[in-house]
C-alpha cells in the first residue's frame, strides 16, 4: 500500500513492492549498470546522475525530467553505493549496528531513491532516522546530534532531471575529500561486477515490508525531532552564544528591537526543501513566501542563479510599494543551502548583488565581530579560489589574512580547521563563487550566516560605523539605521565598498557547455604558452592604461589545500587554472587587482566554469567606471582566447 506524507501530501513509497521483478534481464541490466558508470558524475562534493526512467538508461543528459519512478541500472547503483557506506560507516563508527540519519530534498525521485536506500541499510541492520524532506543544513545538523552519519539525497543545483547522494559521518560535514575519493573508487569497481548486480537485487527485494513500514511510520516524528535541534542550533549561530538560555535571552532582545522597526524578509523556496518562515518571524521579522510547496512549486531554474530571482524581484518592489520596509528576498536552491539574494536599491526598486557580493556581506560580518571580540589572535579567512578578488582588497583594508584553496566544500573545511590549528582565529569561511557560508562550528553551507549578517548589521550600528571607518568613509554615514532608511542600509554599506565585479559562475557567462572532451593537461599547457606569447600583452596594456602603474601576472593553481605558484606548476589536471593581476603603483606599492579562471566542473559533465574578477581599492564612481571598463576587456580576451586554445588543443597541437 502507498504511504503519503502527512505533511506535503507527497508519495512517501510503497513498502510491499518489490523493486525488481522476478524474470529481469540480468545481462541488458549490466550492460545499464555499466554505461551509468561512464555517465554519472562523482566527487568529492557528491554523487549525480540523471536517475529519472522517464528515458530509460540512453538518455542520460536530458534536463526537464519530472518522472518519480528510477531505472533498474540506477537502482543497483543507489543499493550498491548504500550498500558500500553501510561498510564504512561500520568501520568508521566501531559500532555492529551504526544508526544513520537518511533524507531528500524535493526533486521527484527523491523518495524512489531513498526507498532504495532504505531497503539496503535495513538488510545490514543498520539504524535508520527518515525525515523525508528537510534541507541539507537541518540534516546535518540533525545527523550531528542523533547519529553516525547521513545519506542525503540531492542533486543540488543540477537541472531537474538530476539526483544525487551527499554522505557523511557524525560531523555533519560531506566526507573529506581523500575519504570520498576511496569510496567512489570502491562502489564504482562493485558496479563493474554482474555478482554484484544480483546481489543487491536480492538485498533489496527480499527486506521484509514491516521494517520499512516502520520507519515511513516515524517520519512526523523524526522530522519534529529535526525542526526541533535545528532551531536550537540556529540560534546559537546568530547570537553566537553556545549557552541555549543565554542565547534565547539575547534573541528576545533582538526580536523586540525588530518588531519595533517593523521590518520585512521575502523567501522564494522554488518548491525546496526550505521552511523559515516560523523561525525568521521567531526573530520579529514579518515574512512574504513564495513558491512553499514543496515539488509542486518548482517554477523556475533550482539554481538560484540571477534569471531565477524575477519573480523575488517583483515581489519586493511590490512590497516598497506598499509602504512596507524589507530588507532582503531570499531565493533558494532545492535543497536549501545555496541562496540569491534581492535588495531594495535604494529608491524603491530592487537589485540583485550577486553571490560573491553577498558572501562579502558575511565576511565583513564575521571579521568585524571577531575584532569586537576579546580573542587578540591574528584573524583569517578561508576562501576558494573562484571568490571574488574584492576579498583581498577588504583584507587589506581590515587587516585579515586570505587562505584560497581550490573550489570544494570539503577543501576549504580541511583548510579551515588547519588555519584554526595553526593559532588562528577563523570566524567565518566558504566559497563566494556559489554564495555558500560556513564556519568551523558546522562544516556545511548555512544560508542562516546570512540572516545573521542582516540581523547584525540592523542591530549593531557600531559594525558599520567600525567597516566605514577602517574603509576611510567615516563622513559618509548619516541615518543609515533610521527606522524609515533601514531598507536602504546594505545598498549603502555595498556602495561604501572597493568597487568590483566577477563573473557570476552560474550564468551563460560563466557556463562553457563543451561538445568535446577536452584533454585537461594539454588544455591548460597549452593556455600557458598563448597567455604568455599573445594574451597578457593585450590585457596588460589595457590594465595599464587604466590603472596608474605597473601590471603583473602570476600564475597560481590551487589543488586541495596547496597554492602551486608559477607557469606550468601542476600536480593534476583537474584543479582550477588561475592567474592573478596585480599593479606595482608609483609608491611601489603591490596592489591586487583580480584574475582570470577557468576548472572542469566536478558536478556536470561537459560544462567548464570560467570568469573574470577585477577590482580596485579606491571608492568613488571614477574607480567604479574603471573597473566596469576593465572587466568588459579583459572578459572579452578571455573567452576568445579559451575558444582559440580549445580548437587547438582538439587537433592533439601543442603550441
Known amino acids: 500500500m502507498t504511504i503519503n506524507d ?54 542520460t543528459d536530458y534536463v526537464d525530467g519530472t518522472g518519480t519512478e528510477i531505472t533498474d541500472a540506477a537502482k543497483i547503483h543507489v543499493s550498491t553505493i548504500a550498500d558500500c557506506f553501510a561498510e564504512l ?16 530534498d524535493s526533486r521527484h525521485t527523491g523518495p524512489a531513491i531513498a526507498d532504495i536506500i532504505i531497503r539496503t541499510l535495513i538488510h545490514n541492520k543498520i539504524n535508520v532516522l527518515y525525515p523525508f524532506i528537510i534541507p541539507i543544513t537541518e540534516l546535518a545538523v540533525y545527523s550531528r546530534e542523533t547519529s553516525d552519519g547521513f545519506i542525503y539525497i540531492s542533486a543540488s543545483h543540477n537541472p531537474r532531471g538530476y539526483n544525487g547522494l551527499k554522505l557523511g559521518f557524525d560531523d555533519g560535514r560531506l566526507l573529506p575529500g581523500d575519504v570520498a575519493r576511496a569510496f567512489i573508487e570502491k562502489y564504482q569497481s562493485r558496479l563493474k561486477d554482474k555478482q554484484n548486480t544480483i546481489k543487491m537485487i536480492n538485498c533489496v527485494n527480499n527486506v521484509r515490508a514491516d521494517k520499512i513500514q516502520e520507519i515511513y511510520a516515524k517520519i512526523d516524528f523524526c522530522r ?10 540556529s540560534d546559537t549561530l546568530i547570537t553566537g552564544i553556545k549557552d541555549l538560555k543565554k542565547a534565547d535571552e539575547q534573541k528576545e532582545k533582538i526580536k523586540r528591537e525588530i518588531e519595533e522597526r517593523d521590518i520585512w524578509i521575502g523567501i522564494d523556496y522554488n518548491g525546496g526543501a526550505r521552511k523559515d518562515k516560523d523561525y525568521l518571524e521567531s526573530w520579529g521579522f514579518k515574512v512574504v513566501e513564495l513558491n512553499n510547496r514543496p515539488r509542486i512549486d518548482m517554477v523556475h531554474d533550482l539554481s538560484p542563479i540571477p534569471s531565477a530571482c524575477k519573480q523575488a524581484y517583483d515581489k519586493l518592489i511590490e512590497i516598497q510599494k506598499e509602504g512596507k520596509s524589507i530588507v532582503a528576498f531570499f531565493v533558494f536552491d532545492a535543497d536549501g543551502d545555496r541562496k540569491n539574494i534581492v535588495i531594495p536599491d535604494g529608491k524603491g526598486g530592487a537589485v540583485i548583488p550577486g553571490v560573491q557580493m553577498i558572501f562579502a556581506l558575511d565576511v565583513l560580518c564575521g571579521i568585524l565581530n571577531a575584532q569586537n571580540s576579546k580573542d587578540n589572535k591574528e584573524i583569517a579567512i578561508v576562501v576558494n579560489d573562484a571568490t571574488s578578488s574584492i ?47 560556513f564556519n568551523l562550528d558546522l562544516l556545511v553551507r548555512e544560508p542562516l550566516h546570512t540572516i545573521k549578517t542582516i540581523i547584525d548589521f540592523i542591530t549593531k550600528p557600531e559594525l558599520t560605523r567600525s567597516l566605514l571607518d577602517q574603509i576611510g568613509l567615516t563622513k559618509d554615514y548619516s541615518n543609515w539605521h533610521d527606522k524609515e532608511h ?14 568590483s565585479k566577477t563573473t557570476d559562475f552560474f550564468t551563460d557567462e560563466g557556463v562553457y557547455r563543451s ?12 593556455f600557458d604558452v598563448y597567455f604568455v606569447n599573445e594574451l597578457w600583452k593585450d590585457i596588460s596594456a589595457e590594465i595599464r592604461k587604466n590603472y596608474n602603474g605597473e601590471p603583473i601576472a602570476e600564475f597560481v593553481n590551487c589543488e586541495g ?95
Open 561 to 655: 589545500e596547496e597554492e602551486l605558484r608559477g607557469c606550468g606548476n601542476r600536480k593534476k589536471g583537474n584543479g582550477g587554472y588561475k592567474i592573478e593581476f596585480y599593479i606595482i603603483d608609483k609608491d611601489k606599492i603591490k596592489r591586487h587587482l583580480g584574475w582570470i579562471w577557468f576548472r572542469t566542473s566536478a558536478t556536470e559533465r561537459g560544462v567548464i566554469r570560467r570568469g573574470v574578477s577585477i577590482s580596485h581599492w579606491e571608492t568613488n564612481s571614477q574607480s567604479v567606471n574603471i573597473v566596469n571598463q576593465t572587466y568588459d576587456y579583459i572578459n572579452k580576451k578571455f573567452i576568445e582566447a579559451i575558444n582559440f586554445v580549445e580548437k587547438e588543443t582538439l587537433k592533439g597541437k601543442s603550441l
Open 486 to 499: 533601514i531598507g536602504s542600509l546594505f545598498i549603502n554599506i555595498i556602495n561604501s565598498l572597493p568597487p
Open 391 to 437: 576579498i583581498e582588497q577588504l583584507a587589506d583594508k581590515l587587516n585579515f589574512k586570505v587562505k584560497r584553496v581550490e573550489v570544494g566544500e570539503a577543501n576549504v573545511a580541511s583548510a579551515g580547521i588547519s588555519m584554526y590549528n595553526q593559532g588562528f582565529c577563523v570566524p567565518i569561511i566558504g566559497e563566494g563563487s556559489n554564495g555558500s557560508v
Open 6 to 59: 502527512s505533511e506535503t501530501g507527497l508519495e512517501v513509497g510503497d513498502p510491499d513492492k518489490s523493486p525488481f521483478v522476478d524474470d529481469i534481464d540480468l545481462d541488458e541490466l549490466q550492460k545499464n549498470v555499466e554505461k551509468r558508470l561512464k555517465l554519472g558524475i562523482a566527487s568529492a562534493s557528491g554523487i549525480r546522475q540523471i536517475f529519472d526512467a522517464t528515458y530509460g538508461d540512453d538518455e
Open 515 to 526: 561538445k568535446y572532451d577536452i584533454p585537461q593537461e594539454l588544455f591548460k599547457a597549452n
Open 89 to 104: 560507516l561500520r568501520e568508521h563508527s566501531k559500532k555492529e549496528n551504526p544508526k544513520i540519519v537518511v533524507a531528500i
Open 224 to 233: 519534529k525531532e529535526a525542526q526541533n535541534i535545528y532551531k536550537e542550533f
